[in-house]
């Protein structure tokens, strides 16, 4: 008995299904590239017309303007956030955004400026950041808009300088942020001896930097002060991750540009420590974790202690998996590729902060110094 003959209907309807189903498969494999495309500006940055520039003497150029919280020490804090603007078609985001903003506020500056706090009064400009789009590509489009956003910082920290000409100073910045402090360390702070003998520490949270070439001291103990910490972190034995973290690694050069980390080794600073040991260093001494997404600002966050495991190896800082849900990856695509909504070293940074403030206070008393 033959079998029956499938009519025009059902076979355009087989096909229908057939399509569908290998779009559908289309899009979860290649998702994550159409998504980046359709942030890409689409037009050269040479030809592209930034934001305006904003004045740092008006203080809503400021997303903390000179904050202190009850009781913080004397130090002041120069803090550059990372990257929040991911609204496609530009390169840089204009300052006061009301979602790069809404971000900074409820994710970026209780969970990464939050360590901060207890040392003194918080700076942390707005500026004109590089995009996200910028930072998941590697054109020299990308790289020149990074390097713009430099300028922002660089008038920035005149300012807050001139609200400040003495006492401890305190540099810290994430991702985007950190790479743009590293630049100040190299043109600013190294080259100035009366501001390295001010400043306390440097922090390049999340933040890869050529270790042969670190602008200044990077730290070797806690007892040091006037050097820099500087890590990238990846889950222990995530080694795809570890390469691509490296293959895409971004540096600069003696001509203020951004090129490739290539074949030299990336500082880490393990921030558990405070040193450069490349020992492993037991969950115990882990001073905890947060997340304090969405906490308001002086209130302090539960720490969640002896998490992790962690060691500087092949310069980045390797560590074990976090244990609570609370760590685990959240938000939309966009929000997946910017800072982590949670800062696994928060107690760690604190603790960090607290010792080398009160080294450099002890070192100011010391007579002839």
Same mark, same amino acid.
Request: glycine residues 8%.
């Given at each position: ?6 009519? %025009? ?25 159409? /998504?980046?495309? @359709? ?16 004045? !740092? ?12 919280? &009850?009781? $913080? ?22 300052? @006061? ?26 700076? $942390? ?21 990074? $390097? ?35 630049? /100040? ?17 440097? !922090? ?24 820099? %910490? ?16 490296? =293959? ?8 203020? +540009? ?11 600073? &393990? ?12 969950? =115990? ?14 209130? +302090?966050?539960?720490?969640? $202690? ?11 800082? =390797?560590?074990?998996?976090? =244990? +609570? ?16 909504? !949670? ?15 009160? &080294? ?10």
């Amino acid at each position: 008995m033959s079998a029956p003959r499938l009519t %025009l209907r059902q076979w355009v309807g087989y096909v229908g299904f057939a399509v569908v189903l290998v779009l559908t498969a289309a899009v979860a494999v290649w998702r994550g590239d159409i /998504l980046r495309a @359709g942030l890409d500006p689409q037009q050269p940055f040479q030809t592209y017309e930034p934001p305006p520039p904003v004045a !740092y003497a008006d203080p809503r150029a400021w997303a903390m303007p000179d904050v202190r919280i &009850n009781g $913080a020490g004397p130090a002041v804090v120069f803090f550059v956030h990372p990257t929040t603007f991911a609204a496609a078609r530009e390169w840089n985001g204009p300052i @006061g955004d009301r979602e790069a903003d809404a971000y900074l506020r409820r994710v970026v500056l209780p969970n990464y400026a939050g360590p901060f706090a207890q040392a003194g009064a918080i700076s $942390a400009p707005r500026y004109r950041q590089a995009s996200l789009y910028a930072r998941l590509t590697l054109r020299d489009d990308a790289r020149e808009a990074r $390097a713009f956003a430099y300028a922002d910082i660089d008038a920035a920290f005149t300012a807050f300088l001139a609200a400040h000409p003495t006492g401890p100073i305190i540099l810290a910045g994430v991702e985007q942020g950190g790479e743009l402090v590293d630049r /100040l360390l190299r043109t600013r702070v190294a080259p100035d001896a009366a501001l390295r003998t001010r400043l306390v520490a440097a !922090y390049l949270i999340d933040t890869v930097t050529a270790r042969d070439r670190a602008p200044i001291p990077p730290c070797s103990g806690r007892t040091q002060t006037g050097c820099m %910490l500087a890590w990238s972190q990846v889950n222990e034995g995530d080694e795809g991750a570890a390469r691509r973290r490296l =293959r895409r690694a971004l540096v600069w050069d003696d001509r203020g +540009r951004l090129v490739d980390l290539g074949g030299r080794e990336a500082l880490c600073v &393990n921030p558990v420590t405070g040193s450069t040991d490349s020992a492993q260093v037991e969950a =115990r001494n882990h001073r905890g974790a947060t997340n304090a997404t969405g906490l308001e600002w002086g209130a +302090r966050p539960a720490l969640m $202690a002896r998490e992790m495991a962690t060691q500087c190896r092949d310069g980045l800082l =390797r560590h074990t998996a976090p =244990r +609570r849900e609370s760590f685990r990856e959240q938000g939309d695509w966009t929000e997946r590729r910017m800072a982590r909504p !949670y800062n696994l070293f928060y107690g760690d940074i604190e603790a960090d902060v607290q010792t080398r403030l009160s &080294n450099w206070l002890a070192g100011q008393s010391i007579p002839g110094r």
